[in-house]
């Protein structure tokens, strides 16, 4: 709980006098000011975290969570459980969906064994097993309070160690047969809102085990009524090992001020929690695509991180991290490379009257 206390005392908003400096500069460059939309934002919610101005991005990695959930044996998926285990062989000697988007990225993985239900014997797997796989949360707790704390602390502390070694640029993703259920269940308790926004087929399913996996979702909070006021709670209850451990990784981004993207379902579950847990956590999470998951739309309502990928995907693993990593590196090069306004002769003053002058056109 110490982990876990000191990183949440250490979260600070973002920089808003840089902010509006970057945007200062942003404005200079010769385009109509909000021309570049989205970039600007970008840019400049970069340069509030790090406050700087003037960023580039020198290493980025995916924490892809990995953990299996004991809701399984409800029939609310459709693989066998077993491919969360040859998940883990696969993403670490790269052949999954993560695997080609992240080297085209150039991004490393740091792949985390927070609880697959058998022992994985992988050098480039990170042991942080936590407990083999959740219990079923149709009928008992998913995990304890301990457990739960120490998942969160776990992704605080691998991620924390990334940081140290110098990673400037953080993706979420997970692998775990199931975890859109627990995803489903957790965005349920803390709404409450209809089942059918909540509950998406996941990697597929047939119509019956979909009207299943509602009915179990359903049930498993009416049965535990966890508290949607105590983030730990519903994540303990009806939550998963690898969410609670993405939500550690997005705690130690905003207290180290580093970026993290957040992907599609599962992801964003657990960024909801990270600012549940304190909402200013929010501040240095980038959104990147809208997953076809139909709870990936009202996580973008609760949590007002707007989706800037449309790619149909619903795949998880990070994946959406890793395209938006481009578009972030991207929009970084914006202040660096553009010429200004100075080839007309104006100064950075000037051009920001002329755009105070007629703020109510330009809406961004
Ligand atoms: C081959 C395969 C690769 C995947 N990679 C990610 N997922 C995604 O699907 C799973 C969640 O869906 P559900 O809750 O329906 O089981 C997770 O492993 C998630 O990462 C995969 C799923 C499959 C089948
Ligand atoms: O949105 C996601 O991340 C997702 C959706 C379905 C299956 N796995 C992941």
Known sequence: MLLLKKTLDAIRPTDRLVMAAAQKAIDYCLKP?????????????????????????????????????GVYTEGIAMYPQDITRIGADFVTSGRMGVNFLARYAGADIIAVDIGIQVDVDLPRVLNRKIRYGTANFLQEPAMTREEVIRAVETGIEVTNTAIDQGYDLFGTGEIGIGNTTASSAVL?????????RVVGRGAGLTDEAFERK???????????????????????????????????????????????VTDGLISNVAALAAMRLHPTAVEYMIPSHLSSEPGARLLQEVTGLEPMLNM???????????????IIEASLRMIEEMGTFAVIGKSREEIADTIRAYRGQFPR
């Open 214 to 260: 509602k009915e179990v979702v359903k049930q498993a909070v009416h049965l535990h009524r966890p508290d949607p006021e105590d983030p730990l709670d519903v994540l303990a209850k009806v939550g998963g090992l690898d969410i609670a451990g993405l939500t550690g990784t997005y705690l130690a981004c905003a207290a180290r001020r580093i970026p993290v």
């Open 188 to 196: 349920y308790a803390f709404t409450g809102a209809p089942i059918e």
């Open 312 to 326: 149909d995907m619903r795949l998880g693993e990070g994946t959406g991290c890793a395209l938006m990593f481009s």
């Open 33 to 69: 000011p909000g021309s570049l939309g989205k970039l600007e934002d970008i840019a400049r919610q970069i340069a509030g975290i790090t406050r700087q101005i003037h960023n580039t991005i020198s290493k980025k990695a995916i924490v892809v969570m990995m953990a299996d959930n």
